[in-house]
């Protein structure tokens, strides 16, 4: 297992167009985030999953996001209709419920640009 | 409301001498905190933690303080080397399963 990794890379899209992207965990992980990095901030929490279930969502996720992990493997954060306050990097991160807060490891970020 | 603050966005210090970043928390409730560095095009890696029970934790070069009464954390490195230069983040944490960021602080070691 070569850790976390995320899909696409980079997205450059129009405002009003859907985007969607991937992430794939450790495999053994259940627990697994989503974050997202503007410029000159530290990552911010959007939501996480426990197994298929999304236990928390943070106020930045609006209507216009959904977060779904189907089988409690890989997740998906589709944002429709992107505006261009919603370029910035967008993180994920897994870990194991019997881990500590340290074994949270972060893919490599997909970066958004909406033009 | 920023609850983990790092008022320094950057800091340049010469190879071989000892780099301090610094961070603040206003939330007297967080009992973990936590020190990720991040290169660019890579998502954060976890460096060094600290418990609130504690006021000093060391991992080879790296070394995390921790003052409660004053809501303070440092992280040193010695020596600093080139490959040290990163964006840290300090982190902290009141629960299991969740992490709050601060804004980073860019380190540059000059040759």
């Known amino acids: 297992d070569t850790g976390v990794s995320q899909d696409p890379r980079h997205k450059i899209t129009k405002r009003g167009q859907n985007v969607t992207f991937r992430c794939d965990p450790i495999?053994?992980?259940?627990?697994l985030y989503w974050y997202r990095q503007t410029l000159g901030q530290g990552p911010e929490f959007l939501t996480y999953?426990?197994?298929?279930?999304?236990?928390?969502k943070s106020r930045l996720l609006s209507d216009r996001f959904s977060a779904e992990r189907p089988k409690g493997s890989f997740s998906t954060l589709e944002i429709q209709r992107t505006e261009q306050g919603d370029s910035a990097m967008y993180l994920c991160?897994?870990?194991?419920?019997?881990?500590?807060?340290?074994?949270?490891?972060f893919g490599p970020g997909t970066r958004l640009l909406v033009l | 409301d920023q609850q983990v603050k790092q008022n320094s966005p950057s800091l340049s210090v010469q190879e071989g001498r000892i780099s301090i970043l610094n961070c603040d928390y206003t939330n007297s409730m967080f009992d973990y905190f936590l020190w990720y560095k991040k290169y660019p095009a890579e998502g954060p890696t976890f460096l060094i933690s600290i418990s609130s029970i504690k006021d000093k934790n060391e991992d080879g070069r790296f070394t995390v303080f921790l003052n409660k009464s004053a809501k303070h954390l440092s992280l040193h490195i010695v020596p600093s080397q080139p490959g040290d230069s990163a964006v840290y983040f300090c982190a902290a944490s009141d629960r299991d399963d969740k992490i709050i960021f601060g804004k980073g602080t860019r380190l540059h070691i000059l040759p």
């Open positions: 495999s053994e992980h259940n627990r």
């Open positions: 999953f426990q197994n298929e279930a999304q236990l928390e």
């Open positions: 991160a897994s870990t194991s419920t019997t881990g500590g807060l340290e074994t949270q490891y």
